[in-house]
T-cell receptor, first 115, second 115 residues
Framework: AQKITQTQPGMFVQEKEAVTLDCTYD???????LFWYKQPSSGEMIFLIY??????QNATEGRYSLNFQKARKSANLVISASQLGDSAMYFC????????????FGTGTRLTIIP | NAGVTQTPKFRILKIGQSMTLQCAQD?????MYWYRQDPGMGLKLIYY???????DKGEVPNGYNVSRSTTEDFPLRLELAAPSQTSVYFC??????????????FGNGTRLTVT
């Protein structure tokens, strides 16, 4: 079974609108971390936001927030007031604490912001 | 502060040739990783290391070898290159604040073509 599922291969959003990128995950660990990375067309991987499994509040970093629903095993990224520079690939990833130091990635969502 | 440095940025290999992708980090991170990213896909883990002298296989280790003689360096060796190894290779590192809490810091990638 896929550990990280991103069901939206591509999305088009009007500039200044908010956008939600979906991510569901599968783990039997109680302790894990969820990450979102941005990959612009230049190719580098940029860390955006982190959510720990024991964090009671949703993570926020500037215009990025993470809608964490633990019972549903979802960790959706919300970008408020989208900008043209937000056009990129976005990857959700998970790191499980026990016996596994690896970060497992989803297949990504290509976000295009329309002026 | 250089972060994670990968060399070379680009390389073209003929089938059957060998090469070493270099990776160095200056953040004193214990954890280092090699991922490959095929076109339009997420990242797949090749090998990782939790400290000097310790390495382990990821999802797709066949055709690759690694070594970790120092904390700073984590080279990836391709023996007998094959067209299936055409990909973008990312090296990453992380510290340990709690294994799930540490985001990976990525290098800028090496684009490898095998023809």
């Amino acid at each position: 079974a896929q550990k990280i599922t991103q069901t939206q291969p591509g999305m088009f959003v009007q500039e200044k609108e908010a956008v939600t990128l979906d991510c569901t995950y599968d783990t039997s660990d109680q302790s894990y971390g969820l990450f979102w990375y941005k990959q612009p067309s230049s190719g580098e991987m940029i860390f955006l936001i982190y959510q720990g499994s024991y964090d009671e509040q949703n993570a926020t970093e500037g215009r990025y927030s993470l809608n964490f629903q633990k019972a549903r095993k979802s960790a959706n990224l919300v970008i408020s007031a989208s900008q043209l520079g937000d056009s990129a690939m976005y990857f959700c990833a998970m790191r499980e604490d026990f016996g596994n130091e690896k970060l497992t990635f989803g297949t990504g969502t290509r976000l295009t912001i329309i002026p | 502060n250089a972060g994670v440095t990968q060399t070379p940025k680009f390389r073209i290999l003929k089938i059957g040739q060998s090469m070493t992708l270099q990776c160095a980090q200056d953040m004193n991170h214990n954890y280092m990783y090699w991922y490959r990213q095929d076109p339009g896909m997420g990242l797949k883990l090749i090998y990782y290391s939790v400290g000097a002298g310790i390495t382990d296989k990821g999802e797709v280790p066949n055709g690759y070898n690694v070594s970790r003689s120092t904390t700073e360096d984590f080279p990836l060796r391709l023996e007998l290159a094959a067209p299936s190894q055409t990909s973008v290779y990312f090296c990453a590192s992380s510290g340990r604040q709690g294994p799930s809490e540490s985001p990976l810091h990525f290098g800028n990638g090496t684009r490898l073509t095998v023809t």
